[in-house]
């Protein structure tokens, strides 16, 4: 995924990796990317869960087959994205921490913050069962099967070897 993630960002400025799904459940805690029409000018942008409603749970992509990828958290960026852009001082709104606790502003940015300023952003959409959580021990094992069928091991290694000979 990373592998493929940087060659896509050669024709981008920003790439993330959404995760395909065959259902949407109303309570999902995941990000989910969607493009947005605006002025016939095509936008990217990442809807939270607090926010969804019953229309945007249904949308499903050109296919007709997959509901919204959920984002990943991983992406990639041109620097000069980063560099040249005169981003907010706060990327979200005031986030509460404590409940006695007046809410205070997040300070910086988490990746999808930074996806609306792209111009030329690019989602990676996964199928389910070429993705695999690592969280615990016990997601080690299935991660390691998904790792040797897809060659992972070859991949690395063919990696290592243009490394060593740069």
């Given at each position: 995924l990373i592998y493929a993630m940087a060659s896509a960002s050669r024709a981008h400025d920003a790439t993330g990796a959404g995760i395909l799904r065959t259902h949407f459940p109303e309570h999902d805690?995941?990000?989910t990317f969607v493009s947005i029409e605006k002025n016939s000018v095509s936008r990217l942008k990442i809807i939270e869960q607090e926010i969804r409603n019953k229309i945007t749970r249904t949308l499903k992509d050109s296919t007709g087959s997959w509901y919204l990828p959920y984002n990943t958290g991983l992406y990639v960026f041109d620097r000069t994205l980063l560099e040249n852009n005169a981003l907010p001082d706060y990327a979200t709104?005031?986030?509460q921490i404590i409940p006695e606790l007046e809410r205070a502003p997040k300070i910086g940015y988490a990746a999808t913050d930074c996806i609306p300023f792209a111009g030329n952003p690019a989602?990676?959409?996964?199928?389910?069962?070429s993705f695999g959580v690592l969280k615990t021990a016990q997601d080690l094992e299935p991660l390691s099967n998904l790792g040797t069928r897809f060659g992972l091991q070859k991949i690395c290694k063919r990696v290592e070897n243009k490394m060593r000979n740069n």
């Open positions: 805690p995941f990000g709104p005031p986030k989602v990676l959409a996964i199928k389910p069962e």
